[in-house]
């Protein structure tokens, strides 16, 4: 195991213990081994959960400075999937901070990344987060038609996922049929 995984998977260990300020500084080890073994994708996810982590610990420069970095790195590599990662994240900090409608215009931002990509799980899970965010703002209907379109990036939906997804159809189907 190289250096950069190794310090990886101790800031791992550190995050989901609750030690945030340990695992931002794991993470940025990493991704300086990453560098330095000339591995950029590892070096910007390294980034990204450094920003996860500064967002959790309520550090919100730390947290911005962290995802504008493996922003720049995921677009310079032309990773969208990545870069929709980093995005989603900056709408959770927004939404952190209370900033509902800035939240909003990210979540849906790195929709469109991940939609752009076919990656349709991350999508189904952003669509899902702006989902309770749109309650949270008391837009019952926008809630109602994010979590519908999220019910649509997937292949294959449990009985539930189908039953409501004939729910949230039937009424649009009776007022305009």
């Not at 609750?18 to 500084?25: C, I, S």
């Not at 590599?77 to 990662?85: A, L």
């Not at 900090?93 to 409608?101: C, P, R, V």
């Not at 008391?138 to 519908?148: I, K, R, S």
Request: charge should be negative; glycine fraction near 10%.
């Amino acid at each position: 195991m190289n250096d950069g995984q190794r310090l990886k998977d101790e800031g791992m260990k550190s995050y989901r213990d609750g030690r945030y300020e340990d695992a931002a500084a794991k993470f940025a080890e990493a991704q300086q081994a990453f560098v330095t073994a000339n591995d950029q994708p590892a070096a910007a996810e390294a980034l990204n959960n450094q920003g996860v982590c500064w967002r959790q610990a309520a550090k919100w420069d730390e947290a911005v400075a962290a995802f504008d970095e493996a922003r720049a790195m995921f677009q310079t590599s032309g990773d969208k999937s990545g870069e929709g990662q980093v995005v989603g994240n900056l709408a959770a900090l927004a939404e952190s901070k209370n900033e509902k409608d800035r939240a909003a215009e990210l979540y849906q931002e790195a929709i469109a990344l991940f939609e752009e990509v076919g990656a349709k799980d991350l999508a189904k899970d952003t669509y899902t987060a702006l989902s309770r965010l749109r309650l949270k703002q008391g837009n019952v209907m926008g809630a109602v038609n994010a979590f519908d379109a999220g019910l649509e990036q997937m292949d294959k939906p449990t009985l539930m996922q189908r039953v409501a997804r004939k729910i949230l159809r039937g009424p649009g189907k009776v007022i305009g049929g």
